[in-house]
């Protein structure tokens, strides 16, 4: 079985081609490569896979072996896959996942796809849609008490949940015993990502990501989005940012036209090897 090894802003993904390979138990599957010291090693598994609804359908599994439902920059990565080894000829693609269909724009440098923006949607924002189990219309800077301490946390969907938190400095966070603590706080019932976020400027904020089932990433396309998102409803930056995360940077804009989130990025081929 042949693979390729992809990374957009550090996110680092295994992707099979499912039009050529046939994965029996990609949960388990997942967590056999994904292993870093005894795997291939990532923060999940995609394939690639035929549509009824769109030009691809992407599968998606956390290192951990679970199924989620979206990924930002695995998304942008595998628009640069199809193009790239031949499977479209479009620049303009329609990517199937289990939060919706997905539109991509691929950017071109050469023959090369530089970068990719995805259309994420527009953010869930109900408690119910997230879920997050506090009442009211939305949960804005809500003070929650998590190990002892009160985070003020903003919460969105766009395709994951996330719990977003501001702050004046993020670099001190131990997100190896903090991020758990959110992951699994009674509120989320289905578990949720954790945000920290700095503001550096209107245009610019600094992001650290408590990846449910994974740990903290290098970056988070959905939790970067969300971000933006829960940044703005605190009235804290712009609607067209920079976002900085560990693993390079990323361009988001809520657009108030249509009230989606277009997220921008790199897209980056690692290595192929055969299993």
Known sequence: MRFSKMQGAGNDYIYIDCFSEKVDNPSALAKTLSDRHFGVGGDGLILICPSDTADFRMDFYNADGSRAQMCGNGIRCLGKYVYERGLTDKLNICVQTLSGNKELTLHKEGDKIASVTVDMGEPALRPDLIPVMLEGESVVS??????????????????????????????????????????????????????????????????????????????????????????????????????????????????ESDNHVYLTGDAVHIFDGEM
Not at 147 to 171: F, K, Q, R
Not at 186 to 211: C, G, H, M, S, Y
Not at 217 to 243: E, F, K
Request: aromatic share 6%.
């Open 142 to 255: 809500r003070p929650l008490r998590i190990s002892g301490g009160v985070y003020e946390v903003t919460c969105v969907s766009l395709g994951n949940p996330h719990a977003v938190v501001i702050m004046d400095e993020i670099d001190y966070l131990v997100l190896t015993e903090l991020g758990p603590k959110f992951e699994n706080h009674p509120a989320f019932p289905q578990r949720t990502n954790a945000e920290f976020v700095q503001i550096l400027a209107p245009d610019l904020i600094k992001t650290r990501t408590w990846e449910r089932a994974v740990g903290e990433t290098l970056a988070s396309g959905t939790g970067a989005s969300a971000a933006v998102v829960a940044s703005i409803l605190n009235g804290r930056c712009a609607r067209d940012v920079t976002v900085l995360v560990r693993g390079g940077r990323l361009s988001i804009k809520w657009d």
